[in-house]
């Protein structure tokens, strides 16, 4: 139906004359589904929703100090103990222990029962404002038909969660207390092993120890000294010992020599005691240039000369004295006697002392070699030395982080036993529901108004399309191409004016009260819920 015609538009007055034409095709459908409505809102069942809203608290002692041992994110163990508290054992207690859909028991399985009862509660997380992934509270919510009913069966929810929430965080925290400690002992264990493999390490290959090195080195470097002074020693004493026999190879030449001059005539001790005396401090200067003047060498013959001087001024003493009575010829005067005896036994002392020397520089030498073989051997004790050592420190640090995950494990057990650790408590309690929450009876029937008035439009609308009724001179033009002459009205008779005015009446009768019946019924369900 087009909405203009060439020099014939159409007015609002056509539309409201197709409307008025049409009222029963438009405003039945309406008053139908609207009391349809109605009585669908009433006889749908009702059913009372009880909510309780349970705060997820934090532990009472700041992390900083107890850190806790159940760390599993809030939104999955929730998950976890929503499932465990819907599960067919448990909903089935309840459903028996509160007596619930006694009407439905004769139609229903235990199954759908509970599947039925699962689909009444609901649980409902409520996050953090300004942080979506972190949980602060969660509602419970349960349907049914009896409110008393409804607000017992959410306060038996909420205490299951709540006493859930204990025992699930309790248990958890407990078991991971038990699995430390049970590593920690493994670990422990470990240690020793290794503790000991180190210890028999270290006694199995003391001094030869990476450790060892510079001690050892210091030693060779004392051995080194100690040797290098023996030498020196060897070497005085081998000139030493070479000075005293050519010492005594001259006071026997000497002493030859006197015993064979001109058979009984002696030398002259005096002599002989110049000759030794010059002998010895030529010796002394030696030494002086070489050691100090507190050396044992030079201290020995500053005593021999003085010795010797003293032996010269007894001589001195008595020059007419010849020698003595029972002295035989060949025999050598007593300073060279005495001289000679003591140039014997220094020699005697020397030679002993060159010995031990060479003795001490062969143990020397051989603490040096076994000192040096234990250097060469540093590199290899020390790569497996490292081994053993990497070994006991990576036992040693599992050890030490599982004591300290224990001890804090510990303290996170007895903070959740004295139930002071994350828990759940009530904020709104379970309510007794005053008003149905299901139906919405208001909705639905705006619902049945909203679908009779697009229904009646529909109907009207496609009448209007399908009536080739002339009702207007606008309708003639479409099929008479002639103009309009002259307009007749409708004639009506006195009988027919009358029906026609009762007809109107009863008419606007019927609007008015099904009308009112609407309002009325939209008032009364707004104020009954």
């Not at 809030?74 to 599960?87: A, E, F, P």
């Not at 050396?295 to 021999?304: A, G, I, R, S, W």
């Not at 003591?342 to 002392?349: F, N």
Request: aromatic share 6%; proline share 5%; net charge negative.
């Amino acid at each position: 139906m087009e909405d203009t015609f060439e020099g014939n538009p159409v007015r609002w007055q056509d539309y409201w004359a197709m409307m008025v034409r049409r009222r029963w095709w438009l405003m039945g459908p309406l008053f139908l589904c609207g009391f349809v409505a109605f009585g669908v809102a009433h006889i749908w069942p009702e059913q009372y929703r009880s909510e309780a809203l349970i705060l997820v608290e934090q532990q009472k002692v700041p992390e900083l100090y107890v850190t806790p041992n159940v760390v599993s994110d809030l939104q999955d163990r929730l998950q976890g103990m929503t499932q465990q508290i819907m599960s067919h054992t448990r909903l089935q207690q309840l459903i028996a222990q509160f007596g619930l859909y006694p009407t439905l028991r004769q139609r229903m399985t235990g199954d759908e029962l509970v599947d039925k009862m699962r689909a009444d509660i609901r649980i409902e997380l409520v996050q953090a404002p300004r942080r979506q992934d972190e949980l602060t509270a969660f509602h419970i919510y349960f349907s049914y038909s009896s409110a008393q009913i409804a607000q017992q069966i959410t306060n038996a929810l909420t205490s299951l969660f709540i006493d859930e929430n204990l025992q699930a965080r309790g248990e958890q925290s407990v078991s991971t207390t038990s699995f430390l400690e049970n590593q920690l002992e493994e670990a422990r264990q470990d240690l020793a092993q290794q503790e000991q493999r180190l210890r028999e390490y270290k006694i199995r290959f003391i001094g030869e120890l990476p450790e060892q090195g510079p001690s050892m080195l210091q030693m060779l470097g004392s051995l080194q000294a100690q040797l290098d002074a023996n030498t020196a020693a060897i070497e005085r004493a081998e000139q030493q010992r070479i000075y005293l026999e050519s010492m005594r190879s001259e006071y026997q030449a000497m002493q030859e020599s006197l015993g064979s001059a001109d058979g009984n005539v002696a030398a002259s001790p005096v002599a002989v005691a110049d000759t030794a005396i010059r002998d010895l401090r030529k010796q002394l200067t030696e030494l002086e240039a070489k050691y100090t003047s507190r050396h044992p060498d030079v201290d020995k013959l500053k005593d021999q000369i003085a010795g010797w001087e003293e032996s010269r001024k007894q001589l001195e003493q008595k020059p007419d004295s010849g020698p003595p009575a029972d002295v035989s010829p060949g025999t050598a005067s007593p300073p060279q006697s005495v001289a000679l005896a003591e140039v014997d036994g220094q020699l005697k002392v020397t030679k002993l002392g060159i010995e031990n020397y060479q003795q001490e520089a062969k143990k020397l030498r051989a603490r040096m070699d076994d000192l040096e073989h234990r250097l060469n051997l540093t590199p290899l004790r020390e790569q497996q030395l490292a081994e053993v050592t990497r070994n006991y420190d990576n036992s040693r640090q599992n050890y030490q982080s599982l004591l300290q995950k224990k001890l804090q494990s510990t303290l996170a057990t007895n903070l959740e036993k004295r139930q002071q650790g994350e828990q759940f408590r009530i904020i709104d309690p379970p309510n007794l529901p005053l008003k149905p929450s299901e139906p919405n009876r208001l909705q639905i029937i705006t619902i049945g108004w909203a679908l009779g008035l697009g229904v009646g439009l529909g109907l009207t609308v496609l009448l209007a399309m399908i009536d080739e009724t002339i009702h207007n001179e606008r309708n003639l033009l479409e099929f008479v191409q002639a103009p309009v002459l002259v307009h007749v009205p409708v004639i009506r008779s006195r009988w027919e004016r009358i029906r026609r005015r009762v007809y109107q009446v009863c008419e606007a009768t019927a609007a008015v009260l099904l009308l009112a019946a609407s309002v009325g019924i939209g008032i009364y369900t707004y104020l009954v819920g």
